[in-house]
Nanobody
Framework: QVQVVESGGGLVQAGGSLSLSCAASGLTFSPYAMGWFRQAPGKEREFVAGISRSGGSTYSADSVKGRFTVSRDNAKNTMYLQMNSLKPEDTAVYYC?????????????????????WGQGTQVTVSS
């Protein structure tokens, strides 16, 4: 059974940093593209950042570009999201997603319906 688990969320003041991790059991990450999404109360789930299966290509939403960095360590079967200069509007539940139908080493996917495995989410709260 595949289980995807996020960790590293918490409460931080505006301007601070947090690092999220995503790990899995029952699934090896290395062949697949992955992504981070977030969902704030009353809003739809939105794309934050994506990374290709090799880690050589990444893409971030404009709202986090220059502040958040996505990376992966396939040897550790783990993906990361380093979040710096956090703002109150970054407050949300953050989700890790895996797309097992990945085509091309450099492919990055931005839509929720392009991913088929999801974690339960980790809460990130940024106070002003």
């Amino acid at each position: 059974q595949v289980q995807v688990v996020e960790s590293g969320g918490g409460l931080v003041q505006a301007g601070g940093s947090l690092s999220l991790s995503c790990a899995a059991s029952g699934l090896t990450f290395s062949p697949y593209a992955m992504g981070w999404f977030r969902q704030a109360p009353g809003k739809e789930r939105e794309f934050v950042a994506g990374i290709s299966r090799s880690g050589g290509s990444t893409y971030s939403a404009d709202s986090v570009k220059g502040r958040f960095t996505v990376s992966r360590d396939n040897a550790k079967n783990t993906m990361y999201l380093q979040m710096n200069s956090l703002k109150p509007e970054d407050t949300a539940v953050y989700y890790c997603a895996v797309r097992t139908g990945t085509y091309g080493r450099g492919a990055v996917y931005l839509s929720t319906d392009e991913y088929n495995y999801w974690g339960q989410g980790t809460q990130v709260t940024v106070s002003s």
